[in-house]
């Protein structure tokens, strides 16, 4: 699953899995957090493109890894998001904080 | 018509997958679209969730109880734990409300039953548990339905 995490230049890429729940939530937490300390990336970009189903915890994971780095001046990106995932990301707000990319 | 399921499980998060795929399958003789099953999906994945992170939190071998009951073209669904209960129902499906921001929680978990259903109520005490009803209207009935 190390795979899922790919680090270029300034910025994490995270291959989101194809379901995000609470259960899976952790896993891509903490790695996403190592992955920055240990590469001092500033951006962080989750790609959507095997989702069909996220809960809040997927809300959760991007709102935890903005406040990490948005105090360094860091950005937050959305790929590859189907409609339904784009509906999640503006319900819960997280549009105004996400870039969101098509 | 009417049809009845009620399914008991551990409450463990390797069962919230288990728990809102099972649901799923039971409403998919009432032909939801891509949407509707989205929408329940995510719903019992949420109210299951929060069985298992809020409900039991501290107590081993905790059981979830889901209730569905489908009448006409109406889902009726249960999540039932015997956990700690909610001290504070309403504080608790305020948006962006969490007591557990260390998990990573976003606090979008009733928020988001709420968007998805037609109806959300919750009953809580606290050391007894928490029943979480939830209700949504299926847009097309089953062919099958006419032939019986």
């Given at each position: 699953m190390e795979e899922n995490f790919k680090v270029i230049d300034n910025y994490l890429m995270v291959k989101m899995p194809e379901e995000i729940d609470h259960h899976k939530s952790s896993y891509i937490s903490e790695n996403a957090d190592r992955f920055i300390m240990q590469n001092k990336v500033n951006n962080v970009v989750f790609d959507?493109?095997?989702?069909?189903f996220m809960d809040s915890s997927g809300i959760g994971i991007i709102m935890g890894r903005y406040k990490k780095i948005a105090c360094f001046g860091g950005k937050v990106f959305a790929v590859n998001t189907d409609n339904r995932i784009k509906h999640l990301l503006i319900i819960s707000g997280l549009h105004k904080i996400v870039e969101i990319m098509d | 018509m009417k049809n009845e399921m009620t399914m008991e499980f551990d409450a463990?998060?390797?069962?919230e997958a288990f728990a809102r795929i099972s649901v799923a399958a039971f409403i998919s003789f009432l032909n939801p679209t891509l949407e509707e099953m989205s929408d329940v999906k995510t719903a019992v994945s949420e109210a299951v969730t929060n069985a298992v992170?809020?409900?039991?939190?501290?107590?081993?071998n905790g059981k979830v109880t889901i209730n569905c009951l489908i009448e006409k073209d109406v889902l009726h669904i249960e999540v039932i734990d015997?956990?700690?209960?909610?001290?504070?129902i309403e504080k608790a499906m305020e948006p962006l409300f969490t007591t557990k921001p260390e998990l990573n929680r976003s606090g979008m978990g009733f928020p988001f039953m709420e968007a998805f259903m037609d109806d959300l109520e919750v009953m809580s005490e606290l050391g007894k548990g928490t029943i979480v009803q939830m209700k949504k209207k299926i847009g097309s009935t089953s062919w099958i339905e006419d032939e019986e």
């Amino acid at each position: 699953m190390e795979e899922n995490f790919k680090v270029i230049d300034n910025y994490l890429m995270v291959k989101m899995p194809e379901e995000i729940d609470h259960h899976k939530s952790s896993y891509i937490s903490e790695n996403a957090d190592r992955f920055i300390m240990q590469n001092k990336v500033n951006n962080v970009v989750f790609d959507f493109e095997d989702t069909r189903f996220m809960d809040s915890s997927g809300i959760g994971i991007i709102m935890g890894r903005y406040k990490k780095i948005a105090c360094f001046g860091g950005k937050v990106f959305a790929v590859n998001t189907d409609n339904r995932i784009k509906h999640l990301l503006i319900i819960s707000g997280l549009h105004k904080i996400v870039e969101i990319m098509d | 018509m009417k049809n009845e399921m009620t399914m008991e499980f551990d409450a463990i998060s390797e069962n919230e997958a288990f728990a809102r795929i099972s649901v799923a399958a039971f409403i998919s003789f009432l032909n939801p679209t891509l949407e509707e099953m989205s929408d329940v999906k995510t719903a019992v994945s949420e109210a299951v969730t929060n069985a298992v992170i809020h409900g039991y939190d501290g107590i081993e071998n905790g059981k979830v109880t889901i209730n569905c009951l489908i009448e006409k073209d109406v889902l009726h669904i249960e999540v039932i734990d015997k956990g700690n209960g909610i001290e504070d129902i309403e504080k608790a499906m305020e948006p962006l409300f969490t007591t557990k921001p260390e998990l990573n929680r976003s606090g979008m978990g009733f928020p988001f039953m709420e968007a998805f259903m037609d109806d959300l109520e919750v009953m809580s005490e606290l050391g007894k548990g928490t029943i979480v009803q939830m209700k949504k209207k299926i847009g097309s009935t089953s062919w099958i339905e006419d032939e019986e």
